[in-house]
């Protein structure tokens, strides 16, 4: 299976999920139909079936957890707004993860948080690595939950990269598409966060074998 | 081994010794877990509700300019036709005139195929 993946190189999670259940395009044509129609419960079906994707990428680039639920309902009328332009280019859930990327951007950029650009990498990576000692975190729960604060100092494009990756299972060009980002820059953002993560992390496992 | 190369193997499953392998493991494992924030069970009925009357306020507003455009149309015309004093007199224009029990006729038969087929047609070829 490993081998399998390599040979492919493409994201194993991506194929995992290929090789369980081969997603079928004619689905998701007859359901998009009915919602152009305005057939509520094809739209209640829709909604149900990427209100998971939906609440990945808000809850990842969204701090304030009260605004969270307004925004992922926000982006399913985006959705239905802009079904009659959908063209099958992509897979539907690509198409719904790129309005709710977008979504939380515009949302992050009316709160006035700056994410159009990376931070200054050298200087803002020694930052990210230096600040914030977690101290001793002796259960694994608080371990988790520590990475999970360093995931979320990330910047939000970083943070959209990871979640599109390792939870959705996309494959560097749809992260592209989503983000509209050329895979290059997907698959740098991709190892930058992880090495970042793992230069902090690693602090602390070294002071945990020191003590 | 690059950082590259231990990223690459770590999320194949391998199983690294050093502090990096490990640190990237703690990572690999966070990231694939499901976030806190969940939306609710009626979430899907929630949106229905909000969706409902953003259908109504844009198909009223359909009508409304609908309505706008046709009684536009019918002043523009009336208008014209008393300006130019015109007459259904010459040509094709004699015909219907001389016929416009022919041209009612018509225009009832495309419109109660057009509201058959919107009414029946078109509805079940979807639900």
């Given at each position: 299976m490993?081998?399998l993946?390599?040979?492919?190189?493409?994201?194993p999670?991506?194929?995992?999920?290929?090789?369980?259940s081969?997603?079928?395009?004619?689905?998701?044509?007859?359901?998009?139909?009915r919602v152009?129609?305005?057939?509520?419960q094809?739209?209640?079906m829709?909604i149900?079936?990427?209100?998971?994707?939906?609440?990945h990428m808000?809850?990842r680039?969204i701090?304030?957890?009260e605004?969270?639920e307004?925004?992922c309902?926000?982006?399913f009328?985006?959705?239905?707004?802009?079904?009659?332009?959908?063209?099958?280019?992509?897979?539907?859930?690509?198409?719904i993860?790129?309005?709710?990327?977008?979504?939380s951007?515009?949302c992050?950029?009316?709160q006035?948080i700056?994410?159009?650009e990376i931070?200054?990498?050298?200087?803002?990576?020694?930052?990210?690595?230096?600040?914030?000692?977690?101290?001793?975190?002796?259960?694994d729960?608080?371990?988790?939950?520590?990475?999970?604060?360093?995931i979320?100092?990330?910047p939000?494009?970083?943070?959209?990269?990871?979640?599109?990756?390792?939870?959705?299972?996309?494959?560097?060009a749809?992260?592209?598409?989503?983000?509209?980002?050329p895979?290059?820059?997907?698959?740098n953002?991709?190892f930058?966060a992880?090495?970042l993560?793992?230069?902090?992390?690693?602090?602390?496992?070294?002071?945990?074998?020191?003590? | 081994?690059?950082?590259?190369?231990?990223?690459n193997?770590?999320?194949n499953?391998?199983?690294?010794e050093?502090?990096?392998?490990?640190?990237?493991?703690?990572?690999?494992?966070?990231?694939?877990k499901?976030?806190?924030?969940?939306?609710?069970a009626?979430f899907?009925?929630?949106?229905?509700a909000?969706w409902?009357?953003?259908?109504?306020?844009s198909s009223?507003r359909e009508?409304f300019?609908?309505f706008?455009g046709v009684?536009a149309?019918?002043?523009?015309?009336?208008?014209?036709?008393?300006?130019?004093?015109?007459?259904?007199?010459f040509?094709?224009?004699?015909?219907?005139?001389?016929?416009?029990?022919?041209?009612?006729?018509?225009?009832?038969?495309?419109l109660?195929l057009?509201?058959?087929d919107?009414?029946?047609v078109?509805r079940?070829?979807?639900?």
């Open positions: 490993d081998r993946k390599r040979k492919l190189s493409v994201n999670a991506t194929l995992e999920k290929k090789l369980v081969n997603p079928i395009m004619t689905d998701d044509q007859a359901l998009i139909s152009r129609n305005g057939d509520q094809a739209f209640k829709l149900k079936q990427h209100q998971r994707l939906v609440a808000v809850g680039l701090k304030q957890s605004d969270r307004e925004i309902q926000d982006v009328l985006k959705v239905f707004e802009k079904i009659s332009e959908f063209g099958f280019q992509s897979r539907l859930s690509t198409w993860a790129t309005i709710a990327y977008r979504h951007i515009n992050l950029r009316r006035k700056k994410f159009s931070p200054e990498e050298h200087e803002w990576s020694e930052r990210f690595v230096e600040s914030d000692d977690p101290g001793n975190l002796l259960i729960k608080d371990q988790e939950e520590w990475i999970l604060k360093l979320d100092r990330l939000p494009q970083y943070k959209a990269v990871l979640m599109l990756y390792h939870l959705e299972g996309m494959s560097y749809e992260i592209g598409s989503v983000t509209e980002m895979e290059g820059t997907v698959k953002y991709l930058r992880r090495n993560l793992k230069e902090k992390v690693k602090q602390y496992i070294d002071k945990e074998n020191a003590a | 081994m690059s950082e590259e190369e231990i990223q193997k770590i999320e499953g391998w199983v690294g050093g502090p990096d392998a490990k640190a990237y493991q703690r990572i690999f494992d966070v990231l694939k499901e976030p806190d924030f969940q939306l609710p009626d899907a009925d929630s949106v229905i909000k409902q009357p953003a259908q109504i306020t009223s009508i300019w609908i706008i009684a149309f019918t002043i523009v015309l009336g208008i014209a036709v008393v300006l130019t004093e015109f007459t259904l007199n040509g094709a224009l004699k015909f219907l005139s001389d016929h416009s029990g022919l041209m009612i006729f018509g225009i009832v038969f495309v109660t057009q509201w058959i919107k009414r029946f078109k079940t070829s979807f639900n």
